[in-house]
């Protein structure tokens, strides 16, 4: 199993343009979440899934958009990229998204937006 | 507010040495508190979860500790390794919610 993998690894971007964060996961989990990391913060939770077709705000939805065709991908989307959006994002899974549950989290991409 | 606060933020210890974290949180209604390490440029990976009723749990070095009644809970690190070198992260969940209340973390040094 690869687990949780997500591209790219690395993305510059200028303020306005557009652009999908790719999440996929190998593992069969129906739960499926995008957090975002910023210096000094803790994680933050932009949007989740609980199934496909299924999505649901986290604590910072603004700015981000996100669907669910397949129980295995999970894409991020900034229509217009804000500096404000400069971070490192994680996409996470588990089974059920049961309060119990590992997540388990993917590398990571880091987002520069100038 | 859900909250989750970590200390200390930083610390560097010499290898073989032990440490212990600390997290208070205020998350409301309680469901479990959970360790993650975090290597430099990875995500996440959970060490232990707790809930109300453990007191204790250990996954090999690590050790944590969880008072429901003060709301502390604390990760202790025995005979540190430099890979025990990342950050530390407390995950707070709240019954009936998906979205987690997660500390800053503590970055954690071991020199050789």
């Known amino acids: 199993n690869a687990g949780v993998t997500q591209t790219p690894k690395f993305q510059v971007l200028k303020t306005g343009q557009s652009m999908t964060l790719q999440c996929a996961q190998d593992?069969?989990?129906?739960?499926m979440s995008w957090y975002r990391q910023d210096p000094g913060m803790g994680l933050r939770l932009i949007h989740y899934s609980v199934g496909a077709g299924i999505t649901d705000q986290g604590e910072v939805p603004n700015g981000y958009n996100v669907s669910r065709s397949t129980t295995e991908d999970f894409p991020l989307r900034l229509l217009s990229a804000a500096p404000s959006q400069t971070s490192v994002y994680f996409c996470?899974?588990?089974?059920?998204?049961?309060?119990?549950?590992?997540?388990?989290f993917g590398p990571g991409t880091r987002l520069l937006v100038l | 507010k859900n909250q989750v606060e970590q200390s200390p933020q930083s610390l560097i210890i010499l290898e073989g040495k032990n440490c212990t974290l600390q997290?208070?949180?205020?998350?409301?209604?309680?469901?479990?508190l959970r360790w993650y390490k975090q290597d430099t440029g990875r995500g996440p990976v959970s060490l232990t979860i707790m809930t109300f009723s453990e007191n204790t749990k250990s996954n090999g070095r690590y050790t944590a500790t969880l008072d429901a009644d003060t709301k502390q809970s604390s990760l202790h690190i025995t005979a540190s390794q430099l890979s025990d070198s990342a950050s530390y992260i407390c995950?707070?969940?709240?019954?009936?919610?998906?979205?987690?209340?997660f500390g800053r973390g503590t970055s954690l040094i071991v020199h050789p």
């Open positions: 593992m069969n989990h129906e739960y």
């Open positions: 997290c208070n949180y205020t998350v409301s209604p309680f469901s479990n």
């Open positions: 996470a899974s588990s089974l059920t998204g049961g309060l119990s549950e590992t997540q388990y």
């Open positions: 995950v707070v969940s709240a019954g009936g919610s998906y979205i987690p209340t």
